[in-house]
């Protein structure tokens, strides 16, 4: 199901149900951009510290919004022995425009071309994008339009409403009690917004929203304080429905906290630091925060990237890149579990990946998600009984054999290849630091460093000293390759970086306590000397 303003809150109720009934929950998010352009000490890089790392990409995600989530709710069928259902559905979001809301957010040209070259529908998202606010927003808009300090801000919607105002003034020049207009074309919280205004600026009119548009009758005063205060359209109660609507895809992303169901991504960091800021609060400076808040968010995370990363050299699959050839492996007879693994059938709403393959569209990549997962967890659990097939298997089975990797989500550049969100992170696996040293190479810089070693293998570079370099890369074969290569070399030396015979701050504490340790022993030989 492909899912935007018009559609989202008729299937809302229908959304609420299949999350509390299911098993888990596949996510996938497409963003108007990854990468704000952060160059210097700014760049990301595998000398980064989580800490670090998270200071760094929490510019861009303020910079970037979401133009798309994908959900894939998958839910074991009752009765039938390890077989899901899937349903998987789009939503194209666009940032809430109401009163004092006008978010910016920016478009990363390389993102829009790749989001291009997969059919993304750009025009779903930009005019009919399912509003979203988070609890801050939501807190401030509350604030307004419950006190009547709700204003239109905009220019458009300015613009809008005085024409709606001038068409319905004209019109009640003319028009008798009882009679009634339409005003065709506006829908979602937008219907509501209009109606608040026009209510607010005419005393003798009342206002309905039905299927074809806002309908507007003209009143008596007293007919009209009578709707005002004995329907069920009273001002306090609608006011809560415009927040409602204006609230949108947030209103679901509270239902899916509530329903804590375990989350499934590949390499889906990104997409939780977009939840927090778009859907719950502001990103906090702090990195511990921020951990803490999702892990009470969603108790249960489970990256299959990080899954696969670390079963994947045990079980002698070819190398992959991507999420799609994942899943192409699991579904080959390479799997050993292949024929035995669980079965995944698509609901009858969502038919449309049975046979079309729609990499990089959000559903289908959080579908593939979910079917990675549990095709994972089935080898897994082979492994453990060392039967195939591993009799009755169930989803909290599956759940036991991958409680190692819950909670630890993939870092793709950084000091650590993951984070844990139930926990202290675990110390770097990374290759050892290089330290390289140049002779008669006056003013080099960090970027010629780089390139001159990118034919051989590609490093982070940091500057030590005006002649010292570190050199750091994710591969181990690439440190030793590099080490046996430069052995020996005339101008570049490159060793192993130790902190306390290369650091310049030990090597300054070093000399300080040098000299004052020679000062302490000439003092004490000339006092000694002395009459």
């Known amino acids: 199901m492909d899912l935007g303003a018009d559609e989202f809150e008729e299937n809302l109720p229908l959304l609420q149900e299949l999350v509390q009934e299911a098993d888990f929950v596949g996510l996938d998010i497409e963003f108007t951009g990854l990468r704000s352009n952060l160059s210097g000490p700014q760049q990301i890089s595998l000398f980064d510290l989580p800490s670090e790392w998270y200071l760094k990409t929490r510019q861009s995600v303020q910079q970037f919004t979401i133009c798309q989530i994908g959900l894939s709710v998958f839910s074991a069928i009752e009765g039938e022995a390890n077989k899901y259902i899937a349903h998987s559905c789009n939503f194209f979001l666009f940032p809430t425009t109401f009163g004092i809301l006008d978010s910016e957010f920016s478009l990363q040209a390389s993102s829009v071309q790749f989001l291009n070259q997969y059919g993304f529908n750009y025009n779903k998202f930009l005019k009919n ?11 401030k808009i509350r604030h307004d339009i419950l006190t009547g300090n709700w204003r239109v801000r905009s220019s458009p919607d300015k613009d809008q409403i005085k024409a709606v ?16 207009m339409t005003l065709p074309g506006i829908a979602g919280f937008q219907a509501f917004e209009v109606q608040l205004v026009l209510r607010q600026a005419l005393p003798d009119i009342w206002t309905v929203l039905k299927d074809e548009g806002v309908v507007v009758k003209k009143v008596s005063k007293q007919h009209r304080w009578y709707l005002q205060n004995t329907s069920c359209d009273r001002e306090s109660c ?5 927040l409602l609507s204006a609230r949108g895809f947030s209103v679901f992303f509270q239902m899916l906290v509530k329903a804590q169901k375990p989350l499934v991504g590949h390499n889906m960091m990104m997409d939780l630091l977009h939840l927090h800021e778009k859907f719950f609060r502001p990103l906090p400076e702090s990195y511990d925060q921020f951990k803490q808040n999702i892990h009470s968010l969603f108790p249960v995370l489970i990256d299959t990237k990080n899954v696969t990363k670390d079963i994947w050299k045990e079980m002698n699959f070819p190398r992959v890149s991507n ?8 579904n080959s007879d390479l799997n050993p579990t292949k024929n035995s693994g669980p079965e995944i059938v698509h609901a009858s709403r969502c038919e449309k990946y049975v046979k079309t393959k729609c990499p990089h569209e959000a559903a289908y990549d959080a579908f593939l998600c979910g079917s990675v997962l549990l095709k994972v967890a089935h080898l897994l659990l082979q492994k453990i009984h060392g039967i195939d097939p591993v009799p009755e298997s169930s989803f909290p089975q599956y759940l036991d054999v991958l409680a190692p990797y ?18 202290p992170d675990y110390p770097s696996i990374r290759p050892p630091i290089l330290i390289l040293s140049i002779k008669r190479w006056p003013g080099v810089s960090e970027q010629q460093v780089y390139h001159k070693f990118q034919n051989l293998c590609k490093f982070d570079v940091r500057r030590l000293t005006r002649s010292q370099f570190l050199l750091l890369t994710n591969k181990f074969k690439d440190a030793r390759n590099v080490l046996k290569e430069y052995r020996g070399h005339p101008t570049l030396c490159i060793s192993l970086y ?24 000439l003092a004490f030989i000339f006092g000694r000397s002395g009459p």
């Open 323 to 330: 999420l799609s050839e994942v899943y192409e492996v699991l």
């Open 406 to 423: 819950v909670n630890q989500v993939n870092l793709i550049r950084a000091g650590v290849p993951k984070i844990n969100f139930s926990g």
């Open 498 to 521: 130790r902190y306390w015979r290369h650091s310049p701050d030990v090597n300054c504490v070093l000399q300080v306590c040098g000299i004052v340790t020679a000062w302490a022993l």
């Open 129 to 139: 994008g399912i509003p979203y606010m988070n609890e801050e927003q939501e807190k």
């Open 165 to 180: 105002i001038d068409k319905v003034t004209r019109w009640l020049d003319l028009a008798k009690e009882g009679d009634w």
């Open 238 to 242: 609608w006011k809560e429905k415009i």
